[in-house]
C-alpha cells in the first residue's frame, strides 16, 4: 500500500501563492497518474489537477492559468504550485495517486492539507 505525505498548506491572503508537495513512499510500485482535489465544506470533492507519467497535464477551468503542477519521478513527488489564490479555493487538498504493484491496480489518497485564502 503507497502512502502519501502532503505538505505545504496554510492561510494566505487574496492574490498570494501557496506550493503543495506529495511524496508517495511504501515497498515497490509503479506511479501512473497523480493529481490533486480540493473539497470545501459542504461540498463534493472537485477535481483540481492531474498528471500523468508522461507529463500530460490536466485542469479544472476555474484554475486555469492560475495552478500548475508537475512531478519529480525520481522522488515519487507530485507539486502543486497555486499562484493568485483567490478566496474560493479556500478548501482541504488531496493527493491522489494511481499506481500499479505487479498485474495490480490501485489509487491511494493523501491525509488532506488545508488551505485557506483570506479576502
Known amino acids: 500500500q503507497v502512502q502519501l505525505v502532503e505538505s505545504g498548506g496554510g492561510l494566505v491572503q487574496a492574490g498570494g501563492s501557496l506550493r503543495l508537495s506529495c511524496a508517495a513512499s511504501?515497498?515497490?510500485?509503479?506511479?501512473?497518474?497523480m493529481g490533486w482535489y480540493r473539497q470545501a465544506p459542504g461540498k463534493q470533492r472537485e477535481l483540481v489537477a492531474t498528471?500523468?507519467?508522461?507529463?500530460?497535464?490536466n485542469f479544472a477551468g476555474s484554475v486555469q492559468g492560475r495552478f500548475a503542477i508537475s512531478r519529480d519521478n525520481a522522488k515519487n513527488t507530485v507539486y502543486l504550485q497555486m499562484n493568485s489564490l483567490k478566496p474560493e479555493d479556500t478548501a482541504v487538498y488531496y493527493c491522489?495517486?494511481?499506481?500499479?504493484?505487479?498485474?495490480?491496480?490501485?489509487?491511494?489518497w493523501g491525509q488532506g492539507t488545508q488551505v485557506t485564502v483570506s479576502s
Open positions: 498528471i500523468t507519467s508522461g507529463g500530460i497535464t
Open positions: 491522489n495517486v494511481d499506481y500499479e504493484v505487479g498485474i495490480w491496480r490501485y489509487d491511494s
Open positions: 511504501g515497498g515497490s510500485f509503479r506511479i501512473h497518474a
